[in-house]
Nanobody, 124 residues
Framework: QVQLVESGGGLVQSGASLRLSCAAS????????MAWFRQPPGKEREFVAA????????YIADSVKGRFSISRDNAKKTVYLQMNSLKPEDTAVYYC?????????????????WGQGTQVTVSS
């Protein structure tokens, strides 16, 4: 069973930066794709970014491209979401997700493993 634990959320002002972390259990391997999704209040969960453990290829949602980036530290089995120039509309619960394979999917139902989520609130 893959376990994912997010951290790094919080309350920030518009324009600030935050870095979210997702620590993966030892059962993950280079055959996994890791992703970040978010769920704004009252809305559906949406894709933010994905990265392949092996090779490090990335896929970023258009809505956050240029402001957010995703990276990983293979030795620490940790994936990061760097969020810059945050806006109030970035307010959401951010979830880390994982799937076995190499394709960087953006659909929620492609990821069987999920963390508990971390709240990010951006005030105006």
């Amino acid at each position: 069973q893959v376990q994912l634990v997010e951290s790094g959320g919080g309350l920030v002002q518009s324009g600030a930066s935050l870095r979210l972390s997702c620590a993966a259990s030892e059962r993950t391997s280079s055959s996994y794709v890791m992703a970040w999704f978010r769920q704004p209040p009252g809305k559906e969960r949406e894709f933010v970014a994905a990265i392949a453990w092996s090779g490090g290829s990335t896929y970023i949602a258009d809505s956050v491209k240029g402001r957010f980036s995703i990276s990983r530290d293979n030795a620490k089995k940790t994936v990061y979401l760097q969020m810059n120039s945050l806006k109030p509309e970035d307010t959401a619960v951010y979830y880390c997700a994982a799937r076995l394979g190499s394709l960087l999917y953006a659909r929620v139902n492609e990821y069987p493993y999920w963390g508990q989520g971390t709240q990010v609130t951006v005030s105006s």
